[in-house]
């Protein structure tokens, strides 16, 4: 039995008045891409907010590499080995792109250093646009700098929201093969409404709808299967 | 739909309607009312009066500051300034048209409205169009500006010493009419009626403002700026509107404070403790509730009555400690401390808590949860 | 940046730098100009002071969101702890009969005093109050108010609601006069400090790690939390720092005007908004480029028409407002 590296088991998430995770169980294997599916609104987003402990869970425990992080905030949980790439390429505009990855490392140690040495390799324009504002970047660089910002955190999960988003279908390619790239360094949590994307990258699949898992499986399987795939991703 | 039957919302306004002369909410009001009334001539106490008087006066001006804080949401630190506007508009009126005559009076209040209304809306168009908080900043440096103004132009203000005048006619204070079932009628009595029936249709006209359309999508943009914004309100209009109304009533209740005085000066006008005061009370007697504001007024207007005596009993107590005496001098103070812990613990102040109970309640005899 | 300045960009900045200039030189019509220049100096050491104020107030807002209204108070409590200290240190003959050497050092004590009572007002502050109210505007402005109306009400009752003569070491009044330009010496003093202050807190912005979490912070706060960053640690360490600035400056102020009132505070927070107004909520430069026109129009104005002098402030903050609603260095939102 493969060990699983976060586990989520009847997880529930409030924000406001709005009841959004009503009991959300879900597993993602170490060293494995685990992607999360569902329509717009099913708590996909949010599911990854409460691990991170930015929409701290109601109810229900996670546990994180052996470790309960259920009321953990933010920063605890990112020490503990967690990384986030949030939506809309949440890079800080007005810093450097050196000075976001000064910011990502937490110890600016020799072997901080040398991981960047395998980030400039992944995404080559991060290296050209070392001393730019991150604000003048493109959509796509954008994106691959928080990806590889939250990489050289030495996190040993990176939790990645809709990177896709707003990416021309050429630039989401890049991105499907530098996440594959990904995947050998370190153990991936995906959001993704692109279908295509979460195919090539993810192994194995959970379908969320109105705040519960509903599905799960491999990923090989849900390609071929239209049914499921139609009734709850609403694409045939 | 046919157009005849009425809509449930309508359904519920006209069951409203039918009741609202039995709701015990009006009969209170009634009962207030009568007791504002015949106070002065059954109990003919000075400094009775002189409380009622300005608490109802100060009723008036909290509920207006609650139109712009609790209904739409902006703080604004110059709704004692405004007051001051309307204050020295009637003294210097008064004080500079010799003799005074009636219509000084009606002149003093259009020119308090007009003053009011124009420096209100340049105040918040330039600073509410960027950021509500902005309108926080600026407010807080006019005040400050007219408060310093008042002291340094003394050629007009006569600065630090304040202006008296006399009132024209039957208001002014040596006027008697005789008596009335053994009250003296006079210059006062008339004044403290005056204000009686100024601030009673100054108060409803806050009700019915808070209760019309305009102040129920002022409540929207207050709970949800975005939303307003899509459903099409502007929400820029409306929050100028509401802010200057609030500004324009605050001015009218300063001129009524003069009058009431016979007296204004820089400090007790234009200061910053008037504007801690209004705070007070405001949070007080509740947020966005309107007739908090009278609880408000009264609390803080009693405590000050009595606070003297306190001290004296505060210094009874500990003849000997320096510090305590100091303390008790300090009554700011202790109203600061308060004011803290009531926007910390009890931010709904008295009538919304009382309020949400009685929502709860009301709910629960409908068998909802 | 690799992109070309847009040349019509380029001129209209000239076209705004030269009349920045010239409207700095307008007052000379009016005023000769060795009265002037000592205007000038006098406008340029309130501005510095007005900068340690308005310096924190301007980062604790771009960083927390938090407008705090209590900034005035550290700066009257620093202003009260160097009064005290130089009058202990006025008991050992330190401060009015004392040597150079023990004038400096007395100065010195009495800005460390300061430094540390604003410090842990600050901690207070934020810890005990304003973490409660953090992401409500509404409540924050209620509070912080309330607030710095408390602490100006507990220095009534430790010193006096009366002015306090604050005791000034021998070398430190005085003024140099350099071709019948008068220059009072503390004004040299306070100019230094504040632009030693400026280019420290642009050195950690800019080039320590620190700067780099801050400015991180007050783009998007979530994304620093995500990164392992205790946010609230932060946001402890920035309001006390800011405070502990704001008290110096109270301190430095004291000294400088030889009386202080528990009013002062008020006073100050008036004009540290309408620098932070000016120079855009959440800039630095922006703050003290701010400060600086406060104090140059404050006192150029004074001179002129003396009861006009906050009103010239106030009209300078509408002016801006009217052309760069975000204040001159603000980013928009």
């Known amino acids: 039995m493969p060990e699983a590296i976060l586990s989520l088991a009847g997880v529930h998430t409030h924000i406001g008045q709005h009841h959004i995770l009503q009991g959300v169980s879900l597993e993602a294997i170490r060293g494995r891409a685990t992607v999360l599916l569902g329509r717009n609104g099913a708590g996909k987003s949010t599911t990854l907010r409460t691990v991170m402990g930015l929409t701290p869970a109601s109810a229900g425990s996670i546990v994180f590499d052996g470790q309960a992080v259920e009321k953990a905030r933010p920063h605890a949980v990112a020490r503990a080995g967690v990384g986030f790439v949030p939506e809309d390429q949440a890079v800080l505009r007005g810093l450097t792109v050196e000075e976001n990855f000064r910011l990502a490392m937490l110890q600016e140690s020799p072997e901080a250093w040398a991981k960047m040495e395998t980030i400039f390799e992944l995404f080559a324009d991060l290296k050209k646009f070392w001393r730019a504002k991150a604000g003048v970047l493109s959509g796509g660089q954008k994106q691959m700098l928080a990806i590889a910002r939250a990489f050289v955190g030495d996190h040993k999960l990176l939790l990645i929201d809709e990177p896709s988003k707003g990416l021309a279908p050429i630039v989401v390619d890049h991105l499907i093969a530098s996440l594959n790239q990904l995947k050998r360094h370190t153990t991936i949590i995906l959001v993704e409404q692109n279908f295509h994307m979460a195919s090539q990258v993810g192994s194995d699949y959970f379908i969320l709808d109105d705040g519960r898992v509903v599905h799960a499986g491999l990923m090989e399987a849900l390609v071929d299967d239209e049914g499921l795939k139609q009734k709850y991703l609403g694409i045939a | ?369 | 940046m690799d992109l070309a300045p847009d040349a019509g960009q380029a001129g209209r900045r000239w076209a705004a730098r030269l009349a920045a200039v010239s409207i700095w030189l307008l007052p000379l019509l009016a005023i000769d100009p060795t009265t002037y220049l000592v205007l000038t100096v006098a406008g340029l050491a309130m501005g510095m002071l007005l900068f340690l104020t308005a310096a924190g107030l301007t980062v604790i807002f771009g960083l927390m969101d938090v407008l705090n209204l209590a900034h005035g108070a550290f700066f009257a409590w620093g202003a009260y702890a160097g009064f005290a200290v130089l009058n202990a240190l006025n008991g050992l003959g330190w401060v009015e009969t004392g040597t150079l050497g023990q004038g400096i050092l007395s100065v010195l004590l009495a800005l460390l005093a300061a430094l540390a009572i604003g410090g842990v007002l600050g901690l207070f502050l934020e810890r005990v109050i304003i973490q409660r109210v953090y992401g409500d505007h509404l409540k924050q402005i209620l509070i912080t108010m309330g607030a710095s109306m408390v602490l100006a009400e507990v220095i009534k009752v430790l010193w006096s609601p009366n002015n306090q003569t604050v005791l000034v070491p021998l070398s430190f009044t005085g003024s140099y006069d350099i071709m019948d330009v008068v220059i009072n010496k503390f004004r040299v003093v306070a100019i230094v400090v504040g632009l030693a202050v400026y280019a420290g807190v642009m050195a950690v912005m800019q080039k320590t790690k620190l700067g780099i979490i801050i400015r991180a912070g007050v783009e998007n706060r979530e994304v620093v939390q995500t990164l392992g960053y205790n946010i609230n640690r932060i946001f402890t360490g920035v309001f006390m720092a800011g405070a502990a600035l704001a008290a110096v400056g109270g301190s430095m102020w004291g000294i400088f005007r030889e009386q202080i009132t528990p009013a002062m505070g008020d006073e100050n927070l008036i004009f540290a908004l309408i620098v932070v107004i000016i120079g855009g909520m959440g800039s630095v430069t922006g703050s003290f480029l701010g400060a600086c026109m406060v104090g140059l129009a404050f006192n150029y104005v004074a001179y002129l028409v003396p009861k006009l002098a906050l009103g010239a402030n106030i009209l300078i903050m509408v002016v801006i407002l009217f052309i760069k609603p975000w204040g001159l260095m603000g980013r928009e939102q």
């Open chain 2, 1 to 369: 739909m046919t157009g005849r039957e009425p809509t449930p919302v309508q359904m519920e306004r006209l069951h409203q309607r039918s009741r609202r002369f039995t709701r015990p909410g009006f009969l209170i009001q009634l009962a207030l009312l009568a007791c504002l009334i015949a106070g002065p001539l059954v109990m003919p106490s000075f400094r009775v009066m002189d409380l009622v008087a300005k608490i109802m006066i100060f009723a008036v001006a909290v509920a207006s500051f609650d139109i712009i804080l609790g209904y739409t949401g902006i703080i604004s630190f110059a709704h004692g300034m405004f007051f001051g506007l309307g204050a020295y508009s009637v003294a210097l009126i008064c004080h500079y048209s010799q003799p005074v005559q009636y219509h000084h009076l009606l002149l003093a209040g259009v020119l308090a409205a007009l003053i009011s209304t124009v420096v209100a809306v340049v105040i918040s168009a330039l600073s509410l169009r960027v950021k509500a908080i902005f309108f926080a900043m600026v407010t807080l440096a006019v005040a400050e500006f007219c408060h310093i103004l008042g002291y340094q132009w003394s050629s007009l203000t006569k600065g630090e010493d304040g202006v008296s005048f006399k009132l024209p006619g039957v208001f002014s204070a040596d006027w008697s009419g005789g008596a009335l079932w053994g009250t003296q009628i006079n210059g006062r009595l008339l004044v403290y009626y005056l204000i009686l029936v100024v601030c009673a249709l100054l108060f409803v006209g806050l009700v019915r403002f808070v209760r019309s359309p305009v102040g129920r999508v002022l409540k929207a943009i207050r709970d949800n700026e975005q939303r307003a914004t899509a459903l099409g309100y502007r929400v820029f209009r409306y929050r100028v509107l509401s802010t200057v109304f609030g500004s324009l009533v605050s001015s009218l209740c300063g001129a009524l404070f003069a009058m009431w005085l016979s007296y204004v000066n820089p400090d007790t006008v234009l200061g910053t403790p008037l504007m801690l005061n209004i705070l007070l009370m405001v949070i007080i007697g509740g947020l966005g509730t309107v007739y908090g504001g009278i609880l408000g007024a009264a609390f803080i207007k009693i405590a000050e009555t009595w606070l003297p005596d306190l001290q004296k009993l505060a210094l009874s107590l500990f003849p000997k400690m320096e510090l305590m005496h100091r303390l008790a001098e300090r009554w700011i103070l202790l109203f600061g401390i308060l004011y803290i812990l009531s926007v910390l613990f009890f931010p709904k102040g008295v009538v919304g808590t009382l309020r949400d109970q009685a929502e709860a309640r009301r709910l629960r005899r409908l068998g909802r949860p």
